[in-house]
T-cell receptor, first 113, second 116 residues
Framework: NAGVTQTPKFRILKIGQSMTLQCTQD?????MYWYRQDPGMGLKLIYY???????DKGEVPNGYNVSRSTTEDFPLRLELAAPSQTSVYFC????????????FGSGTRLTVV | GNSVTQMEGPVTLSEEAFLTINCTYT??????LFWYVQYPGEGLQLLLK?????DKGSNKGFEATYRKETTSFHLEKGSVQVSDSAVYFC???????????????FGKGTKLSVKP
């Protein structure tokens, strides 16, 4: 049981480049989330999804896009990378109705130069 | 809106010292409360949880009690070890009066360093 898998683990982008952060879970969780973690700032919610075909904005969605074509996958797209998007990105998932907290991936460290 | 406030770090303790990390919250409805731990270079792991007032969550020697009257969920451990060095996050999911659970909201995290 792999849990939540994120790829890549590290990436350096140049300003204006685009990339997709991959996230997949094998627990059949219907809810999935993308957070970014900046030093000393905790985690901020970027986007979330309550099921395949349904996505919604979180607290800091600007500069990002998501899609949810399957239950398992929830990729995060950066279209025009900016230095302000340098951060560590975490994907997470949970079951609706489960009050056990979220399962997190191990993160993607992104640097935009 | 819902929010979590936890004590500023870093916190540096000697091995076997007593640990308290304060956490208070603001929430409507009936939130569930969590402590997550992040070890260096890793993602977040659920440490413990409490889903209603007066519940005590516990795991690996850590404890926290859901205090509705003081809107607090302080993390405690009687004797810390070097291996407890990590960043600790207090978090909540709001729950409205209809029972729907909201998204996870985090405090800023408290870095704990334990010296031998």
């Amino acid at each position: 049981n792999a849990g939540v898998t994120q790829t890549p683990k590290f990436r350096i982008l140049k300003i204006g480049q685009s990339m997709t952060l991959q996230c997949t879970q094998d627990m059949n969780h219907n809810y999935m989330y993308w957070y970014r973690q900046d030093p000393g700032m905790g985690l901020k919610l970027i986007y979330y999804s309550v099921g395949a075909g349904i996505t919604d904005k979180g607290e800091v969605p600007n500069g990002y896009n998501v899609s949810r074509s399957t239950t398992e996958d929830f990729p995060l797209r950066l279209e025009l990378a900016a230095p302000s998007q340098t951060s560590v990105y975490f994907c997470a998932s949970r079951l609706q109705g489960e009050d056990y907290g979220y399962t997190f991936g191990s993160g993607t460290r992104l640097t935009v130069v | 809106g819902n929010s979590v406030t936890q004590m500023e770090g870093p916190v540096t303790l000697s091995e076997e010292a007593f640990l308290t990390i304060n956490c208070t919250y603001t929430a409507t409805g009936y939130p569930s409360l969590f402590w997550y731990v992040q070890y260096p270079g890793e993602g977040l792991q659920l440490l413990l949880k409490a889903t209603k007032a007066d519940d005590k969550g516990s795991n690996k020697g850590f404890e926290a009690t859901y205090r509705k009257e003081t809107t607090s969920f302080h993390l405690e451990k009687g004797s810390v070890q070097v291996s407890d060095s990590a960043v600790y996050f207090c978090a909540l999911t709001g729950r409205d009066y209809g029972g729907s659970q909201g998204n996870l909201i985090f405090g800023k995290g408290t870095k704990l360093s334990v010296k031998p």
